[in-house]
């Protein structure tokens, strides 16, 4: 909760106010036999995370009091989030901004949008980055659309079944009426099936879409992926985790084209479902087809550095019908959101937040493969985020841990069918996602729960 202090001549007029001299003569009437005149035995100090970690604990030993430990994934996590990134972001300046539609005179905002793009090709390895999108399913779309209009191919694009299935049906969405196939390619343990890929990208194809790690939390061998999209003329696009950047290789390292992901990891609390932030970086021969918002630095005529809306693609503008996009709008409070988390965290705190991802995710696989009637989905490699089968059933299993005061999940069967999943698999299957914010207790108390009759 944010607060203001009082200044050493506030306090001097209160004192006076109430006639007393000093704050220790006001706590004079205090019996001697009351007053603390001990060393105070205070512990050693604490990260902000371990200490809010540690507040939440004692607060919950009151009646009525305690909140519930987030297991949950599928496209939105509970990581933490730093209190200087609520701080910035709530200044007036910053939450009431609206778009800015005479650009060069919002110089406050541009810069913002500016260092948001930087820090996203940094991210990525990617040459250019728009100022942000909807959320990771319109990113999707977009970039496939985007492929469409480079390749000037509009009959197919092939997809991985371990793309996130609400990404898959809001791209079939956008090219419904287009007269473009949606190719989805089976899964095999997790990943996509490489050799079913190879049998239906062809210089037909426009866009190659995969996503690593996957919507199993799987890592994908997007390098091989890339190279067959090459291979046929397509575009190689990837669908990441911003947060597993900190441990994996990046997508401009993998030949990758276009680079897309949901940026909510990025210091945007889970509030029920949004607002989020859509990302999408590509290589610069592709910068004009790229949608939405392309922010770019100059100097004015005195000499002093400025910004400048480079390029704007929507419809409403001088593109006209040339336009890229019709996207209206940017999620600027989320973009700097994102901003001021990945400027706090830097390369080394990103890289720490992942180590702790994949360390505790690991543990957590590992304790929960000893829990009777739970088993392994998969056996590839993860990041933070992994499958398991419950044998009474995904639903039943959510229940049990519900019951604990435990969210995970989803389960498997709200999807539709998932090419390469049996029945059983997708009726028994749910995902647990494990982030820094959750400790080995909270892990050893989800195993307790699914192991409870």
């Given at each position: 909760?944010?607060?203001?202090?009082?200044?050493?001549?506030?306090?001097?007029?209160?004192?006076?106010?109430?006639?007393a001299g000093s704050i220790g003569e006001i706590l004079e009437q205090i019996p001697a036999a009351l007053q603390?005149?001990?060393?105070?035995?205070?512990?050693?100090?604490?990260?902000?995370?371990?200490?809010?970690?540690?507040?939440?604990?004692?607060?919950?030993?009151?009646?009525?009091?305690?909140?519930?430990?987030?297991?949950?994934?599928?496209?939105?996590?509970?990581?933490?989030?730093?209190?200087v990134v609520d701080e910035i972001t709530g200044r007036g300046e910053f939450y009431t901004a609206y778009t800015p539609y005479q650009a060069e005179a919002s110089q406050g905002s541009l810069q913002a949008f500016f260092e948001y793009q930087s820090l996203i090709c940094e991210l990525t390895g990617m040459d250019v980055s728009n100022a942000s999108l909807y959320d990771g399913a319109s990113a999707?779309?977009?970039?496939?659309?985007?492929?469409?209009?480079?390749?000037?191919?509009?009959?197919?694009?092939?997809?991985?079944?371990?793309?996130?299935?609400e990404?898959?049906?809001?791209?079939?969405?956008?090219?419904?009426?287009?007269?473009?196939?949606?190719?989805?390619?089976?899964?095999?343990?997790?990943?996509?099936?490489?050799?079913?890929?190879?049998?239906?990208?062809?210089?037909?194809?426009?866009?190659?879409?995969?996503?690593?790690?996957?919507?199993?939390?799987?890592?994908?061998?997007?390098?091989?992926?890339?190279?067959?999209?090459?291979?046929?003329?397509?575009?190689?696009?990837?669908?990441?985790?911003?947060?597993?950047?900190g441990l994996v290789r990046r997508p401009g390292d993998l030949g990758v084209d276009i680079a897309v992901a949901e940026g909510q990891p990025l210091g945007i609390p889970l509030q029920f479902g949004g607002p989020y932030l859509g990302i999408l970086a590509c290589r610069e021969e592709f910068v004009r087809k790229l949608p939405g918002r392309l922010i770019g630095q100059t100097v004015d005529r005195l000499g002093r550095t400025c910004y400048v809306l480079n390029l704007q693609a929507r419809e409403q503008h001088i593109r006209r019908d040339k336009a890229t996009s019709n996207i209206c709008t940017n999620q600027g409070l989320m973009a700097l959101r994102a901003t001021v988390y990945m400027s706090l965290l830097g390369p080394q705190g990103l890289r720490e937040v992942a180590t702790a991802c994949c360390q505790l995710a690991h543990y957590a696989h590992d304790q929960l493969l000893k829990v009777p009637?739970?088993?392994?989905?998969?056996?590839?490699?993860?990041?933070?985020?992994?499958?398991?089968?419950?044998?009474?059933?995904?639903?039943?299993?959510?229940?049990?841990?519900?019951?604990?005061?435990?969210?995970?999940?989803?389960?498997?069967?709200?999807?539709?069918?998932?090419?390469?999943?049996?029945?059983?698999?997708?009726?028994?299957?749910?995902?647990?996602?494990?982030?820094?914010?959750?400790?080995?207790?909270?892990?050893?108390?989800?195993?307790?729960a699914l192991a409870a009759s």
């Open positions: 909760m944010a607060y203001l202090f009082n200044t050493d001549r506030e306090r001097q007029a209160m004192l006076r106010t109430i006639g603390l005149r001990r060393p105070l035995d205070l512990p050693p100090p604490l990260t902000e995370l371990d200490l809010e970690r540690q507040l939440r604990a004692l607060a919950a030993e009151n009646v009525g009091v305690g909140s519930r430990v987030c297991f949950l994934g599928g496209g939105a996590y509970d990581h933490y989030i730093p209190a999707v779309a977009e970039a496939v659309l985007m492929s469409l209009r480079t390749t000037d191919r509009v009959s197919k694009v092939v997809i991985s079944a371990a793309v996130h299935p990404y898959l049906q809001v791209v079939q969405t956008y090219v419904s009426h287009l007269g473009c196939d949606v190719v989805v390619v089976p899964i095999t343990d997790g990943v996509t099936d490489l050799a079913k890929l190879a049998a239906v990208v062809d210089d037909r194809t426009a866009a190659v879409v995969a996503a690593s790690p996957n919507f199993f939390g799987c890592l994908e061998d997007v390098a091989a992926i890339s190279e067959l999209a090459h291979k046929h003329g397509a575009m190689s696009v990837q669908i990441f985790d911003p947060i597993s950047l009637g739970v088993s392994a989905l998969g056996t590839r490699p993860f990041f933070k985020e992994f499958g398991v089968r419950a044998a009474g059933g995904a639903e039943r299993a959510m229940a049990r841990a519900a019951k604990a005061g435990l969210d995970v999940g989803p389960a498997l069967s709200r999807f539709p069918r998932i090419a390469g999943l049996s029945a059983d698999e997708q009726s028994q299957g749910l995902l647990v996602a494990v982030t820094e914010c959750r400790s080995r207790d909270d892990i050893d108390r989800l195993c307790r």
